[in-house]
């Protein structure tokens, strides 16, 4: 178990351009999450998956975000025509939930620029 | 709309000092309850977990305890040391019943040991 891999760590690109990060869960973990964090701020909640299904998107999540979770393995984060304001941490943490407890393990995280 | 807030937003301590970080939310239907470690620019490391049912939990110097009924929690820090510098989150997870897989984090309390 190598826990939580996210790729990759860094990620600068111009205003416009799109960007994919990646997430590779615990390998036995079947829930998968993805949240954003700015300076000085917790982590915010953008999407979950169970499996492979897509069951909860954020209000932060607009049309230019989309994830994907194929096979209910690893997962895809991407931020079409990115905009200075989309400049984050973003993190991907993975579950396996068990009687009354659900344990959420966090990644490294991907640092975007947007310049 | 559950809110998490952290008191206080920083602290500063000499080393060997016990200090506590206290954390409330406004929803007391939670499933369980977890206090995180993050260093700068780096991801979250999961201290301690706290399910609905139990009052504390322990781990090495660190307790937690919560009180589900008032919305609080606190953490404990025994004989601090500098290793302890980081920014401390609390985050909790809304009851299964409600369909939410959410964490919702506090914007953090940051700690400095003073050698």
């Known amino acids: 178990d190598t826990g939580v891999s996210q790729n990759p760590r860094h990620k600068i690109t111009k205003r416009g351009q799109n960007v994919t990060f990646r997430c590779d869960p615990i390998?036995?973990?079947?829930?998968l999450y993805w949240y954003r964090q700015t300076l000085g701020q917790g982590p915010e909640f953008l999407t979950y998956f169970q499996n492979e299904a897509q069951l909860e998107k954020s209000r932060l999540l607009s049309d230019r975000f989309s994830a994907e979770r194929p096979k209910g393995s690893f997962s895809t984060l991407e931020i079409q025509r990115t905009e200075q304001g989309d400049s984050a941490m973003y993190l991907c943490?993975?579950?396996?939930?068990?009687?009354?407890?659900?344990?959420?393990?966090f990644g490294p995280g991907t640092r975007l620029t947007v310049t | 709309k559950q809110e998490v807030t952290q008191i206080p937003a920083a602290l500063s301590v000499p080393e060997g000092e016990n200090l506590v970080l206290n954390c409330s939310f406004t929803?007391?239907?939670?499933?369980?309850l977890q206090w995180f470690r993050q260093d700068p620019g780096k991801g979250l490391t999961s201290l301690l977990l706290?399910?609905?049912?139990?009052r504390e939990q322990t781990s090495g110097r660190l307790n937690a305890s919560l009180d589900k009924s008032s919305g609080r929690s606190t953490l404990y820090i025994a004989a601090s040391q500098p290793g302890d510098s980081a920014t401390y989150l609390c985050a909790v997870l809304r009851d299964s019943g409600a369909g939410s897989y959410q964490l919702t984090f506090g914007k953090g309390t940051k700690l400095s040991v003073i050698p």
């Open positions: 706290i399910q609905s049912s139990q």
């Open positions: 943490a993975s579950s396996q939930r068990r009687r009354d407890r659900d344990e959420q393990y």
């Open positions: 390998s036995e973990h079947n829930r």
């Open positions: 929803d007391s239907a939670i499933y369980n």
